[in-house]
């Protein structure tokens, strides 16, 4: 075949997923292994999600609904936005391809950190657009060096607030002053997928800015059902935003592009604020009760607004990753994210969080580390 792509596309790495499951553990020959990897929802969705997927299946003969009506009213009694300031979209990530779709040109500029969510700069690409990639300053956003990158050619800034992986967060006064002094034409975005975890007296007060944003630069909050409410399998998310915004998302979003079954699942598992709570409550308690155990165990674990945290282990990453993984326990190594000595996990129950650190114990004196 004599292909003939657009250069901007063939630079473009494809993102690199992981294996499934299964996979890695006939490979590995191992059996009953816990992945903490991920950052999901280890308990599961609500049971009120799975009943309503349940009850949805005999109508997969028939489309979705095109504007995701039921699930926008459910999004907007749940956020306090009206229904004109939601976006609803496969997974948050397709509501980042929608805002780079909407404002980005080939030669146009899009600032983002670094290390952050890899999407962002992808989407960029795939456009002809051109990444400007800020350094995290002591695993925080660099405001000010974000700041100091924009120019006229700047159209959005993507900032994960808690940051992935650090897990760290804007402040809220660090914030306000940092959005006052963003051009009106620039649209700044905070990617919140896991804002479930912050604190509420701690969170950015997005609807605030979204409607009084006069003299301000606009503001896009992104949220999603993969973490707090366990629906990651079924990909679905959304934005909070200007009505329009919304409306020009609107016209590049693909009709049906919240399929049936994530519909009625994302709505429902809205509708049980028990089980939301509980996820919310025991990620906290196993990520303090983790923490401590990395502690006495010569780690540093680094503090999180997340469902996880870094863990400086002394020594090299990727062979512990390897060690663990030979035990039925898969983490992430940070190393490929620029940090050599880190690995990052997800809480997971109280088993599993056992199981690691017992794990991470006898590797990590396996290994000499410490």
């Known amino acids: 075949m004599k292909l003939r792509p657009a250069p901007h596309i063939s630079e473009i790495t494809p993102y690199p997923p992981g294996k499934p499951l299964e996979e890695l553990e006939r490979e590995y020959g191992i059996t009953g292994s816990i992945k903490l990897a991920s950052n999901e929802n280890p308990w599961g969705p609500s049971p009120r999600a799975v009943e309503a997927i349940a009850g949805a299946l005999s109508s997969l003969h028939r489309y979705p609904d095109g504007s995701s009506y039921y699930l926008t009213e459910a999004v907007a009694a749940w956020s306090g936005a009206s229904p004109e300031e939601i976006v609803p979209g496969n997974g948050s990530n397709e509501v980042i391809e929608f805002l780079v779709k909407a404002f980005v040109r080939e030669g146009d500029g899009v600032i983002t950190s670094h290390p952050s969510f890899l999407m962002y700069q992808k989407f960029v690409q795939v456009r002809g657009g051109t990444n400007i990639v800020v350094p995290l300053a002591d695993m925080h956003h660099d405001l000010e060096r974000i700041l100091a990158m924009i120019d006229g050619r700047t159209r959005l800034i993507f900032m994960d607030n808690p940051n992935n992986p650090c897990g760290t967060l804007i402040s809220r006064e660090r914030f306000a002053t940092f959005l006052r002094r963003v051009p009106e034409e620039v649209v700044v975005v905070l990617d919140e997928a896991y804002v479930d975890f912050v604190s509420p007296e701690l969170r950015i007060d997005v609807l605030s800015y979204i ?20 629906l990651a399998g079924l990909r679905v998310g959304y934005g909070l935003m200007h009505r329009d915004i919304a409306a020009l998302l609107h016209r590049v979003r693909q009709p049906f592009n919240i399929n049936l079954l994530a519909q009625v699942g994302a709505a429902a598992a809205l509708g049980d604020k028990e089980h939301y709570a509980m996820t919310v409550a025991e990620t906290a308690r196993g990520r303090a009760w983790l923490s401590g155990e990395v502690e006495q165990l010569g780690c540093r674990a680094y503090p999180s607004h997340t469902n996880f945290f870094l863990i400086d282990v002394r020594g090299d990453a990727t062979r512990l990753y390897e060690a663990l993984l030979h035990r039925g326990v898969i983490v992430r190594s940070m190393k490929a994210y620029g940090y050599p000595d880190f690995i990052r996990i997800t809480v997971g129950t109280e088993a599993e969080n056992r199981r690691f650190v017992t794990a991470l114990r006898e590797c990590l004196r396996e290994l000499g580390y410490g």
């Open 211 to 230: 409607r009084n944003g006069e003299d301000l630069a606009p503001l896009v909050s992104l949220r999603t059902f993969s973490k707090a409410f366990g």
